[in-house]
């Protein structure tokens, strides 16, 4: 059972429009999350975090929303670039059987940026 | 150059061979973990390992065994592969504090016939 959903598996923007890409969890002990970006033949590479004592978290052009009551955080991307088509993937830190911590995934939004 | 290199990139094998993929790192991390990528089911964890003397089953380690040769080297070996283990394998590092983000390598594209 997927304890990180990102519903929508793929999104399409204008260039220099906002990208709104969402991520549900569903275990309210997640106190940490990130955004990864992923490009074709290449592994991901980090974006953006936050923390569960925070609400919002902005860098440049990325801000990572986290609603803790409703278990939801969304990564905006203003304004969006070509450059931004990538597979996003949301992933929350939780700990494992022996207490240590480890990364649970999302499936991936894969964002089109059309000029 | 990469911080985390993969290797090889591709590979095409046969059901029943042994193979090894290989990972090293210059960021000079503690941690490392071996990933798969299917379609559909996201990344899941195959195995990680916090130190050289340190190995830990991920969540889908049946059929993978690893060595963690020195800090900056892990591999992941599939003893007899089969079919079923064809996919995309990422290794990554990372630091020890847990809002620490991983590294990824580049990935190797494995497929077993």
């Known amino acids: 059972d997927q304890q990180v959903k990102q519903n929508s598996p793929s999104l399409s923007v204008q260039e220099g429009r906002i990208s709104i890409l969402n991520c549900d969890y569903t275990?309210?002990?997640?106190?940490?999350f990130l955004w990864y970006k992923k490009y074709p033949a290449e592994g991901p590479t980090f974006l953006i975090s936050?923390?569960?004592i925070k609400d919002k978290n902005e860098d440049g052009r990325f801000t990572v929303f986290l609603n803790k009551s409703a278990k939801h955080l969304s990564l905006h991307i203003v304004p969006s670039q070509p450059g931004d088509s990538a597979v996003y993937f949301c992933?929350?830190?939780?700990?494992?059987?022996?207490?240590?911590?480890?990364?649970?995934w999302g499936l991936g939004t894969s964002l089109a940026v059309n000029p | 150059d990469a911080d985390v290199t993969q290797t090889p990139r591709n590979r095409i094998t046969k059901t029943g061979k042994r193979i090894m993929l290989e990972c090293s790192q210059t960021?000079?991390?503690?941690?490392m973990y071996w990933y798969r990528q299917d379609p559909g089911l996201g990344l899941r964890l195959i195995y990680y390992?916090?130190?050289?003397?340190?190995?830990n089953k991920g969540e889908i380690s049946d059929g993978y065994s690893v060595s963690r040769q020195a800090q900056a080297k892990f591999s992941l070996s599939l003893e007899s592969a089969i079919p079923n283990q064809t996919a995309l394998y990422f290794c990554?590092?990372?630091?020890?504090?847990?809002?620490?983000?991983?590294?990824f390598g580049d990935g190797t594209r494995l497929s077993i016939l």
């Open positions: 990554a590092t990372s630091g020890a504090l847990y809002n620490q983000p991983q590294h």
């Open positions: 960021k000079g991390h503690d941690r």
């Open positions: 390992s916090f130190d050289v003397k340190d190995i």
């Open positions: 275990n309210s002990m997640f106190d940490y």
């Open positions: 936050i923390s569960s």
């Open positions: 992933a929350a830190v939780t700990f494992n059987a022996g207490n240590n911590r480890k990364l649970i």
